[in-house]
C-alpha cells in the first residue's frame, strides 16, 4: 500500500476486479492466478473424456418450425484468436493513451461461416454472431470446435430458446448428452425452438467441462428473438459487459470490458440518427453486477416505469429502446464506478 | 500466488468469497475470520442484556383473522445441529468427489414441532419450516429459543407480512420489544397478519443481537401466502442462496450453496411431471447478489416480459412458475461463474 | 489474521468493503489507498485543463419549458466542508458507543443558495438539494464550483431529464462541452427538460475530470419529478447508499452510509404519522449493490408486485410508497449483511 500507482500488481487486482478465477473443470477445482495455472486448467480439461451419454451419433432429426416459421441455419466455429483489448490505444473519455497500448491476448470466440464452414463472414471478434429469428422459426446452428491449441471440449448454450436435453449444450458429468461435449474437430447441429416465450435477447455461450475459463475468454454471443412479423429496429446493439482479468489474458492489469473491448475509443462506437428506432441491448457476461446508463436518454422498463441505469446480472439482458431525438455524441457507460473507470464505457453518435 | 491448487486457505478464500465475516454484536463489531474469533463473537453474544422493553410479560390478545381466514399456528424451535454441506460427497455435474466428503459443521436452525413443542416434525435441516397462508390469515409461531450451548438470544424476522412493532422479532438496542429477545430456552409467540400486499414468496430468519452470524449459520426459512382460495401450485420449492464460509463453519474453504447444501448430487433434487403446474422461489441469504437459472426454462418476471435468469439481493425474492412441458434433467444453478463453480448448482428432473 | 478485533485496518478493509479506491482522472489511473495517494489523485486533477470544446462563453439561450410549465431556478454551490459521520456518538440499533466519536471528514458537497448565490440556505450537508419539478418544467440550475482548496473542476450530471450535449455536465476529454468543465471560481447555468419520461426519482452527481472521487466524497443530490398536477406525497425522502472508505476519509474504517451518515441515531430519521401518503426513495452512490428493507412496511414495484426489499445498483433508484398503517419504531437498512452492520440503517418511527 502507500503508492498511489499501478506499481503492484496486487493493488490493482485489489482495486480493479483483477483477482484470481475459480473454475471447476470436470470436478478439478483450480485456481487461476497466473500462466502456470492456467495452463494447469487447461490440462485439466484436456482431460476430461468424453461422457457415455454424449457420444456423437447424432442422427439428425430436424424439428420442424411452428406454421409460418422457418428453419434457420447458421455455421459457427469456435477458435482462438490474438485480440486487442485497446485498438485504439487511447481512453477518448479521459484524452490519454493507455499503458501497454493495444493489449493484445488469446481470445476464444465463436465465429459466422458461410454454409458447409466453408468461409468465414467476418474477422474473429467478441461477441460471436448475433442468431436472430421470429416466434415459431427453428435455430439449426451446425457447431464445430475449431481450435486445436487447448486440446479440449466446447460447447454452444443458449438462452431463451426452448430445446430438448440434447440440445442443452451442458457438459453434466455421466448425465451429458451429445451436445454437451464436442472435442476439437468435430461437430454438432442444435436446434433450438423459438416459443412465445422467447420473445427477448439473450446470450449464448460455452458450457463445456471448462466453461467459466473459455466463457470469460470470449465464447459467448447473443440470440435475439421477435414476434412474428414484428418490426425490426433501426438499430440493434448487443453490449456484454465483462471483465478481461490477468489470470485469462496474462496481461499486466483487469480491463473492465463492453465485447472484448475497453475505454472509449476502443469499445463499439454505436450511431444513430434523430428518427430512428433504436434498441440497445446490455448483457452481463462475468461475475459481477452492472447496471447500463446512456447519457441523454431515457426508456421504459418492462414494467413501464421511466429509467436510465438499470441493474443486471451475469446472463441477464437489460434493453434501452427509444425514439432517437437527441442529437450529440453521449457517453454510455457501467455506472458502477470501479468498472467504468477501468474501461467499461464508450460512445453513441446520434447524428 | 502462482500455485493452482487449493493450497492455501488464503488464495481459496479471495476466490470462492470466504472472507472474513463482520458482525456487529450488541454494538460490539467483531471480524470473524477463525475459530478464535468465532467464540469471540459468541460470548459477546451471551453477554447482551435483555432490553428494559424486551420483558417476556406477553399477555397474549389474540389478533383476530379477517372473515374467512384462519390462526393458522406453526411451532417452531431454534437448535444447533451437526449438518452435511455435501453428503452426496460427489458433484454430479463435474462427475468428481467433492473434497472433505460430507463437509459437516455446527448449523443453527429451525426446527418446526408438533403442538406444545412435543415432537420434532423433521430432521434437523436448512431452511426452516415454509410457513403458508392465504389472504386474511393471521400466522401464529410459537417460537422456541431450543438451543443450550451458544448461550445467546435469538429471534424469528418475517418479511412479506404485517406486525406491531411487538412481533417485529428484531433486537434494537434499548428499543428492543419483547420478540426481539429470545433468550435460551425461552419461548414467544407472534402474530403475523397475512394482508393483501402479503401475497408472494418471503424469507423469515433470525434478527436477534447476533444475527448475522446465525443466519449464516442456518436461521432462516420462508413465508408462502396465496390469494384466498388460490390454487396451490403442484410443486412449490424454495430455495436459498446463501454461501457458507470458514468463518463460520470451522471448515477449510467457503461452499456456494442452496438451502446449506453444495454442488449437484447435495443440493435439492426439484422433480417434476409434465402438465404440472411448478413453482420455484430464489431467495438470496447472504451479503452477496445472485442470478438464478433454470436450464430448458422460461418464465414471466412480474412485468410479463420473458425471463430465465433474474438477479435477487439478500432477502429478497425471484420466483419462476410454469406449466411444465420439457422432460429431462436438467441444471439449475446461480449464474454468478465464482458461486456456480463453487456448489450453488442442483439438479431438477422432469419425468 | 486471527484476532476478531478491529486491530489491524487490513482485515477491517476486507470486511466491511474499504478497499483501495481506482479512480481514472483525466486519463491517469490512481489508486488511492492513502492520505499520499488521495493527494496525488487530487493533483492530477487539478492538472487537467480545459478542453477546447468547453470555453465558458456560454450565451444562455433559455430553453422554454411546455404549455403550462415553469422554468424552475436553483442556485448551488460545490464545496468542501467537514462533516460527521456518526455525530449522534451511538449506534442506537445495537445500543453501544461508535469509535471515533463523530469521525468527522472533509467531504465535498452541493449546497442550495439563494438567487444571485447570496446566502445558503442551509448549513453544508450531504446530498445536495432536493430539485423538484412537473412534466414541462425546466430545471434551470445556476451552479458555481466556490471550493478553493482542490484546485480542480467539477460539474453536475443529471439522470432522468433531458438535456443537450451543452448541458450533460460530463468531462469528455477533447469531445467536452462547456458544462462539463467548470474550473474553481467559474459559475454554469444548466438547463434541464422534464419531458414525460422524466418522472421519477433520480440522482445528480459529479461527472467532471474526477469524478468518482468527488462523488464518493459527497458531490451528489436528487431530481424528482412529477406529472403535471400530481399530488405530492405528505412525506417524501430520499436516501443515498454509499460507502465511506478510508482512502476518502482518512479515517481508520469504512462506514456504510445513508446520506453521509453511518448508524441508526445518525442516519436520517424518518418520521410520519398513520394515514400519510409516505414516499421513500432509495439510491445507490458508490460501487456497491444494495437492497432497501423497511420493517414493517410493503409497497408495490413498477410492476405490481409486493415487495419489501428490492436490490438496485450505482446511480439506480427503487421507491417505497405507502399509505402509513403501522405506528412504532422501525428500523430501515440494507439487507447486504456486511452493509448492515457497518452503518447502513436507521429508524423509521411512525406516530
Known amino acids: 500500500m502507500g503508492s498511489g500507482s499501478l506499481s503492484t500488481r496486487r493493488s490493482f487486482f485489489g482495486a480493479a476486479g483483477g483477482a484470481a478465477l475459480l473454475c471447476t473443470i470436470g470436478g478439478e477445482t483450480v ?20 461422457p457415455r451419454g454424449a457420444a456423437l451419433s447424432q442422427a439428425i432429426l430436424p424439428i420442424q418450425p411452428a406454421p409460418g416459421g422457418v428453419r434457420k441455419e447458421y455455421w459457427i466455429q469456435a477458435e482462438t ?14 484524452d490519454k493513451a493507455v499503458p501497454g497500448g493495444r493489449n493484445e491476448f488469446t481470445a476464444y470466440v465463436y465465429r459466422e ?30 457447431f464445430r470446435n475449431g481450435d486445436t491449441k487447448l486440446r479440449q471440449a466446447v460447447t454452444m448454450h443458449p438462452h431463451g430458446v426452448k430445446y430438448n436435453p440434447e440440445y442443452d449444450g451442458s457438459y453434466m458429468g455421466e448425465f451429458t448428452r451429445a451436445g454437451g461435449f464436442i472435442a476439437p474437430g468435430e461437430s454438432f447441429t442444435y436446434q433450438w425452438e423459438c416459443t412465445p416465450d422467447s420473445v427477448g435477447a439473450w446470450p449464448y455461450h460455452d458450457h463445456g467441462p471448462n466453461h467459466t475459463l473459455n466463457t470469460f ?11 412474428r412479423g414484428a418490426k425490426w429496429p433501426d438499430r440493434v446493439y448487443t453490449l456484454f459487459a465483462h471483465t478481461l482479468p490477468p489470470p485469462v489474458t496474462g496481461l499486466e492489469r483487469a480491463f473492465q470490458c463492453f465485447n472484448g473491448r475497453a475505454y472509449a475509443g476502443s469499445t463499439p462506437m454505436l450511431v444513430s440518427r434523430v428518427g430512428e428506432d433504436v434498441e440497445v441491448h446490455a448483457i ?14 431515457r426508456w421504459r422498463d418492462p414494467a413501464g416505469a421511466f429509467i436510465d441505469n438499470p441493474t443486471f446480472g451475469p446472463n441477464e439482458t437489460v434493453t434501452a429502446r427509444f425514439v432517437e431525438d437527441n442529437p450529440g455524441r453521449w457517453l454510455y457507460h457501467c455506472h458502477v464506478f470501479s468498472h467504468q473507470d477501468a ?6 453518435v446520434v447524428e
Do not use: C, Q
Open 343 to 348: 474501461g467499461m464505457a464508450g460512445w453513441y
Open 81 to 94: 484468436a490474438r485480440l486487442a483489448i485497446t485498438p485504439g490505444r487511447r481512453d477518448e473519455w479521459h
Open 217 to 227: 475468454r470470449g465464447l459467448f454471443g447473443s440470440i435475439v428473438v421477435r414476434p
Open 113 to 142: 461461416m458461410t454454409p458447409g464452414f466453408a468461409e468465414y463472414r467476418f474477422g474473429a471478434a467478441m461477441p460471436g454472431p448475433m442468431l436472430t429469428a421470429e416466434v415459431g422459426d427453428v435455430l439449426v446452428v451446425h
Open 284 to 297: 452481463g457476461m462475468d461475475s459481477n453486477f452492472h447496471t447500463f446508463h446512456i447519457h441523454g436518454h
Open 31 to 50: 485456481t487461476i492466478d497466473g500462466p502456470r495455472s492456467l495452463r494447469k486448467a487447461d490440462a485439466a480439461a484436456a482431460r476430461v473424456g468424453r
